[in-house]
């Protein structure tokens, strides 16, 4: 093996990194849900060892090294991401910011994205980014360090990457483990197995005992890996902890979306009803009769709203809302009656929370600006309530495949009771409501039979108002404590969805019963009909019951009469007054003699718009131009580097010292080209050993040879530093001179290749005698 070949020893080392980090990065398949993630996991693998085996070759030093990782990191890693990957494979403005920000923020999302992980489009970075780290700093440190001394504890550092890699996989995924058993038997073996082969002693004395040692340790090897599977598997099998008890980061980490920090749905509901009661709010193709659309379920009442919370014991102050991809979860409480896919365009609709349909089990936003906003998805599969924190807009199109919830009659729910679903505790509940809920219960003892009673009682006593102009009496907007206190003691009660749901959904909890006010639309489907258009004026809101094994049945209080009984009260009747006569009219009053005058300034704004820069000249820019700038600016780092040195050893000191000076530039510079220089040597023995390689590579020329003239060179060096008289200044322009010719022929025979590489390297024969 040559100083800076590769070896047999040093390719099963490289073997034995890579089937490690295999099987340490197949631990990401619970968070990612399948084998889509092992492609660039293995391309990571491939990339780290790749860039670490061609510097190696190129004779890169540390800083080049580097250089050279990164860049292949960065060119091949936008497989990751074809969606954004310009023809699927190549570099984007897009692909190169997930490169960096995967690494940086990927870990973040894995453990707070639902299961499986799809979203953001840059988190497949991550077991890519972890196995091309691991296997990168391994194979350099296989390469360039392990092989200066034999010895066990430097092969065991080289297993630090590989088990650091294999606990991420745990830490990140989830309580399912991945072939836990097999996985971590075979990691053993191959782990303890290459350390008893590095173990060995590097040559022994006679064959016979070599021969004896290696079948000595062999034996030994086997029993000791043989003992450890037997007593993993016995182990493994005995005190295996259940998957409950498996610790992931997951459990650990709230996920940081506040569904308190948007305002509540329903507050905007007389919006829809009265002010948009004739806009186009989107159009739904694949509804069915009696299909409602879903925005929002809210389960906590503070006393002025109803809002998204979600249960205290799963999900704290988030609203048990999670970052998710296109496939969504499965609901812990419903009872499913099949499917239903739901195309929703976008019109005069405008806010976070997603239309939806029944319990969305897949959610695809279809058009090209919202899908680049697909990681802003955020969703609670128990109120089947979906978000896109940077907003819904119009020409917005989303897909929703949905499982529809049962629907049950009150006979089907005697002896069924309400399931156990810890909500927030509603606060500043009217006194008047608890009486009323008690009279309207009655002597209901079950729960479907009082919460029946309270449906029945608020549709037939209540009367419904929008607050309309048109409506007899007028209804105030809003569900706050002192709208539900004048619900039911004015002397009518009047209302519309708004007031009746969100006084329900008080009474069912008055009585322990957890419930949650949900806020959609109720278009009118035609049979038939292929899609429908939805108004504000189909806005509605109901409630919802958790019933133990059921789900969440609906409950629709609203009653439908319109015609609110007046007051007949008298009115005042007018007595005539005196006519007296009005004061002519000032037909030129000074206001009116004066005009005012507009001054349209749009035609200086047409005449020089603004200059954009189209978007294809940034991508342009960033694809070839973040390439350049990494092949390049290393590459002027490295000359002027070259150029500083030069001038140092030309210009600085006596005569003898330039012409040594002239040597040392010869040496770096064929040092740089991949000659190697012998340390600790004589300039003559140097001379002789760069002039057989000259030849042997093909770099030697015709007239004059130039390894003749290395050879010439050390002897004129030496002789104007070793003389013993003070050389005049011109004695050092002449070995400048015969290094120029010198490098310029090896350089010229060396091919563009090795000249190519040459430019990024810069060798110090003094720094490298130090090390020396």
């Given amino acids: 093996m040559t100083a800076r070949g590769i070896g047999r020893e040093q390719i099963i080392d490289l073997g034995v990194l890579a089937v490690l980090a295999v099987l340490g990065v197949l631990g990401f398949e619970t968070a990612y849900g399948g084998a889509n993630f092992l492609a660039g996991a ?29 860049v292949g990191y960065l060119l091949l890693g936008s497989v990751t991401m074809p969606a954004k990957a310009v023809l699927g494979v190549l570099p984007s403005l897009d692909t190169l910011a997930g490169l960096v920000v995967g690494p940086v923020f990927g870990w973040r999302d894995i453990l707070t994205i639902q299961t499986p992980v799809e979203a953001p489009y840059y988190v497949g970075v991550v077991p890519y980014f972890a196995a091309w780290l691991t296997c990168f700093l391994g194979a350099w440190l296989v390469l360039a360090w392990l092989p200066r001394k034999r010895s066990p504890l430097r092969a065991a550092v080289i297993l630090i ?46 064959p016979d005992g070599a021969r004896r040692l290696l079948v000595g340790r062999l034996i030994g090897v086997a029993a000791v890996i043989g003992g450890a599977v037997v007593v993993g598997l016995i182990g493994g099998v005995l005190t295996a902890p259940p998957a409950a008890a498996r610790y992931v980061l997951r459990d650990e980490v709230v996920p940081p979306f506040q569904a308190v920090d948007f305002s509540s749905p329903l507050a905007a509901f007389r919006k829809y009803s009265k002010v948009m009661r004739e806009d186009d709010i989107f159009t739904v193709e694949g509804l069915e009769s009696g299909d409602r659309i879903r925005l ?58 997603i239309p939806s349909v029944g319990y969305p089990r897949r ?3 279809e058009d090209a600006d919202s899908a680049k ?40 729910l005697e002896k069924v009771p309400v399931a156990r679903v810890d909500l927030p ?42 607050g309309l102009a048109s409506d007899a009496v007028a209804s105030r907007a809003g569900h706050g404590a002192d709208r539900m206190s004048e619900l039911f003691t004015r002397s009518q009660m009047v209302g519309d969805e708004e007031q009746y749901a969100s006084a329900m959904a008080l009474m069912a909890r008055h009585f322990g019963y957890p419930a949650r006010v949900v806020m959609g639309f109720a278009p009118d489907v035609p049979k038939g009909a292929r899609s429908v258009t939805v108004k504000g004026s189909d806005v509605t809101a109901w409630v919802e019951v958790a019933f133990d094994g059921v ?77 350049l700038l990494i092949l390049l600016v290393p590459m002027g780092i490295a000359a002027l580097r070259k150029r500083r040195r030069r001038r140092q050893r030309e210009l600085t000191g006596s005569a003898d010292r330039r012409a040594a000076g002239a040597w040392s530039e010869l040496t770096d510079r064929l040092d740089e080209l991949g000659l190697q220089v012998p340390p600790v040597s004589s300039r003559t023995q140097v001379a002789r050993s760069l002039a057989a390689q ?79």
């Fill in 296 to 353: 929002a379920s809210m389960d906590a009442y503070d006393g002025r709203l109803w809002n998204v919370a979600g249960p205290e014991e799963t999900a704290g102050d988030d609203g048990g809302f999670e970052i998710v991809g296109a496939t969504l979860p499965a609901p812990s409480l419903a009872t499913e009656a099949g499917t239903r896919t739901a195309d929703v365009t976008i019109d005069g609709y405008d806010d976070v929370w």
């Fill in 161 to 206: 990457g590989p088990v650091a890699l294999y606990v991420s996989g745990i830490l990140l995924g989830t309580r399912e483990p991945v072939l836990a058993m097999l996985r971590g038997l075979v990691f053993a073996v191959v782990a303890l197995g290459w350390l008893a082969w590095r173990a060995r002693p590097a040559s022994i004395a006679s």
């Fill in 694 to 772: 000259v030849a042997e590579q093909g770099l030697d020329t015709d007239e004059p040879e130039t390894a003749a003239r290395i050879s010439t060179l050390a002897r004129d060096v030496d002789r104007a530093v070793f003389d013993g008289d003070d050389s005049p200044p011109e004695a050092a322009e002449a070995p400048w001179k015969d290094v120029d010719v010198l490098v310029a022929a090896v350089y010229a025979a060396a091919g563009p290749v090795r000249r190519f590489v040459a430019r990024y390297r810069v060798r110090s024969t003094r720094r490298a005698d130090r090390r020396r």
């Fill in 425 to 466: 505790a509603p606060e500043d509940v009217p006194d008047v409501l608890v009486s009323r809920a008690i009279e309207y219960a009655g002597d209901a003892t079950t729960p479907i039979d009082r919460l029946t009673n309270i449906e029945k009682a608020l549709k037939s006593r209540g009367f419904l108002s929008h």
């Fill in 551 to 627: 789900g969440w049945v609906p409950f629709n209080p609203t009653p439908e009469q319109t015609d609110v009984p007046q007051d007949q009260v008298p009115k005042p009747k007018s007595q005539p007054q005196p006519q007296v006569r009005q004061p002519p009219r000032n037909e030129t009053a000074d206001d009116e003699l004066l005009s005012t005058v507009d001054i349209d300034k749009s035609n200086d704004k047409k005449k020089n718009p603004p200059f954009i820069v189209p978007g294809w000249v940034w991508i342009t820019a960033g694809v070839l131009g973040i390439p």
């Fill in 363 to 365: 959610l695809d936003l």
């Fill in 42 to 70: 293995v391309l990571g693998i491939l990339v780290g060892i790749g860039a670490a085996v061609g510097a190696r070759l190129a004779g890169f030093g540390p800083l080049m090294t580097v250089l050279t990782g990164l």
């Fill in 373 to 412: 906003r697909a990681g802003d998805i955020r969703y609670n599969p128990d109120s089947g309530t979906a978000v896109l924190t940077s907003g819904v807009h119009k020409g917005n199109d989303i897909r929703i495949r949905a499982e529809m919830q049962r629907g049950y009659k009150p006979e089907d």
